[in-house]
Nanobody, 121 residues
Framework: QVHLVESGGGLVQPGGSLRLSCVASGSTGDLNTMGWYRQAPGRQREFVAHITGLGSTDYADSVKGRFTISRDNTKNTVYLQMNSLKLEDTAVYYC???????????????WGQGTQVTVSS
């Protein structure tokens, strides 16, 4: 079993930055991919970014060039640096972990509880 805990969410003005963290604990040895998804009110959960253990990354077009995903395997932690935040980035951000490098949320094995990011002036 793997337990994921997110942190770093909060309230930020448009154009501002936040860094989210997700720490994995438990049986993390088989995890290859760690990623971030988000869900805004009234909308479906959507892919944001993910990263493999070797550092391969993939981003949603809506965040490409503004968000950066990184990973510290020694700490079992994945980060999401979010810059130039927009109102439409407001959502609950979820950390996910699994074996397959995919955008399909149903193929991730473990999920965190989520952290709220609110972009507002």
């Amino acid at each position: 079993q793997v337990h994921l805990v997110e942190s770093g969410g909060g309230l930020v003005q448009p154009g501002g930055s936040l860094r989210l963290s997700c720490v994995a604990s438990g049986s993390t040895g088989d995890l290859n991919t760690m990623g971030w998804y988000r869900q805004a009110p009234g909308r479906q959960r959507e892919f944001v970014a993910h990263i493999t253990g070797l550092g391969s990354t993939d981003y949603a077009d809506s965040v490409k060039g503004r968000f950066t995903i990184s990973r510290d395997n020694t700490k079992n932690t994945v980060y999401l640096q979010m810059n130039s935040l927009k109102l439409e980035d407001t959502a609950v951000y979820y950390c996910a972990a699994g074996v397959v490098f995919t955008r399909r949320s149903d193929l991730y094995d473990y999920w965190g509880q989520g952290t709220q990011v609110t972009v507002s002036s």
